[in-house]
């Protein structure tokens, strides 16, 4: 459009060449030189007046259409705008925040921020997602015992509801794959089901630490450690930024109490209306933090911003400073205006349990208080009953502790055929079963390849069932019927009423074990007596 008076000049210019060359082009009178025509000359005149209006009117009705032209493209431009997609990165760099402003090595490669999904099934849409960043330690690793201790007493549907993000925050590939190998070992349905997932960084994504400052009188390998941990955390943030509803940091060496997912989600449930920003499941550091995964861009950039300076859960405490504190009051109302932005559950659901950090040389004897004693059993008012097993227990940890509420029951490595019998002295009705293996502190001694069985006081009842082509129900040995069988350590289900009443419910190892096996919870549910 800046050319446009010069081209309109240009027009108008040539309109009147064209005009006087006309008006000359008209001959003179023949014969004899003669005092021009007067008349003549003014009717070329007028002609020539009437044909520049024309003009100046076409022209005026050009300009108004270049004019509506201009404001049509500028509108279209602005309504393409306001639809572009969150892919565009040149629209992007207006509505997220730009990681390279505060790591600009990354523009170095393209690819610096894709992570290595090692393992992951891509879900999402759950409602808590749990980060678990490990690194490489000199002395003892502690994430197998933390991801058994998280995985131990989910039920199905929590697991289905749920997705736990190792990071692995090394770049060292042959550790990376040690790490999801173990994984994938020690978890495989875990793994297939796409409850846990195995992420890494790139090669490229973090910064050189030799040229980090020295802060607070911290020495170079601790600056270097703390400011890596920021860029862990951050990493982990943004993964799971879309993933589900709740984002939880944690660590690789801590252990959860039993039912914590239950405690977690009822919580945040019952606070969801209040303006918080965090809500507090451990006191110590940054382990057991809940976040609304909607504030994750927001909280990941301000660590990103300042990931040289400061320790993070110092940098966590000034996001709170800088959304409520006013400069102009004292310390007191800052700090109630900051405890408003996040809430404590108590009792700690999270307990530290590792000795050695990942800083080396560090010795990290931190137990959070409020945690209390971990429950080891769960005990219930179980109706009468003879208990006995073919396994040995250890110590004091006997099956009869168990059914009476008093220990967990500790079996030596089981065999095949081995079993749990529990005998009613007359038969009952049972509405249903829960055997629960393992324990926060031994959670891989499970009962493996283990079926629940119950015996059907009725024979006639028995056999009719077992010998019917068109019944589902499958026939163990000593008139027992299979009703269901150990799942991720847990047995749980109904007895039909056409099994009903049971003389006796049993458990029954169907196949050699390679580890001890714990007991932690029995309780047949007995809705009434039957005096048969």
Request: one cysteine or more; a neutral charge.
């Amino acid at each position: 459009m800046k050319l446009f008076p010069f081209r309109l000049g240009c027009l108008l210019a040539f309109c009147c060449l064209v005009s006087v060359t006309w008006i000359t082009s008209f001959p003179g009178d023949e014969g004899p030189a003669a005092p021009p025509d007067l008349q003549m000359l003014y009717d070329r005149l007028a002609l020539a007046e009437e044909m520049g209006v024309k003009v100046n009117k076409d022209l005026s009705s050009i300009l108004e259409q270049l004019k509506n032209s201009s404001k049509a493209a500028n509108n279209s431009r602005s309504a393409e705008a306001g639809n572009e997609p969150a892919g565009n990165s040149s629209w992007q760099s207006f509505l997220q925040p730009n990681i390279y402003l505060y790591m600009p090595h990354l523009k170095r490669h393209p690819d610096s921020l894709v992570p290595n999904v090692v393992l992951g099934r891509g879900r999402r849409g759950v409602s808590m997602v749990l980060g678990v960043p490990t690194v490489k330690r000199e002395k003892q690793s502690y994430l197998v015992n933390t991801l058994s201790s998280l995985l131990f007493s989910l039920t199905s549907s929590q697991r289905s509801d749920l997705l736990i993000v190792v990071f692995v925050a090394e770049t060292d590939w042959d550790y990376v794959s040690s790490i999801a190998d173990s994984i994938r070992k020690n978890f495989p349905e875990e793994v297939q089901s796409g409850l846990m997932e195995v992420v890494s960084p790139s090669l490229f994504y973090y910064p050189d630490f030799s040229r980090l400052t020295e802060t607070f009188g911290d020495s170079k390998d601790r600056v270097k450690w703390r400011t890596k941990q920021n860029l862990d955390f951050s990493f982990l943030m943004l993964y799971a930024q879309d993933r589900g509803n709740y984002y939880v940091q944690l660590e690789d060496d801590v252990v959860a109490k039993a039912g914590y997912y239950s405690d977690m989600k009822t919580f945040a449930t019952r606070e969801e209306s209040k303006p918080w920003l965090y809500l507090e499941f451990s006191q110590l550091g940054f382990i057991g933090k809940m976040f609304r995964t909607r504030d994750l861009p927001m909280i990941a950039e301000f660590f990103l911003m300042f990931h040289r300076d400061k320790p993070i859960d110092w940098l966590l405490d000034h996001i709170l400073w800088v959304k409520v504190c006013n400069p102009e009051k004292n310390q007191k109302d800052c700090n109630e205006q900051k405890a408003l932005l996040k809430q404590r559950y108590k009792p700690s659901l999270f307990q530290h349990v590792g000795l050695h950090s990942s800083l080396p040389g560090k010795l990290q004897i931190l137990k959070d208080k409020d945690f209390g004693k971990q429950i080891l059993y769960q005990a219930h008012q179980n109706p009468t009953a003879d208990v006995s097993s073919s396994m040995k227990h250890y110590q004091q940890h006997s099956l009869d502790r168990l059914y009476r509420g008093e220990d967990f029951f500790w079996a030596l490595t089981p065999v095949q055929g081995d079993y749990v019998l529990l005998s009613f002295p007359k038969p009952i009705h049972i509405s249903g079963y829960l055997f629960r293996s393992g324990n926060t502190e031994t959670s891989r001694d499970q009962f493996y390849n283990t079926t629940v069985e119950v015996l059907p006081s009725s024979v006639s009842v028995r056999d009719k069932l077992v010998k019917d082509s068109s019944s589902h129900f499958k026939e163990s040995d000593k008139g027992f019927v299979i009703v269901g069988e150990f799942e991720n350590g847990v047995a749980e289900g109904e007895v039909e009423e056409a099994l009903q009443p049971v003389s006796a419910v049993r458990l029954v190892v169907r196949s050699d074990s390679d580890v001890w096996a714990v007991l932690s919870e029995v309780r047949p549910t007995a809705f009434a007596f039957c005096l048969c």
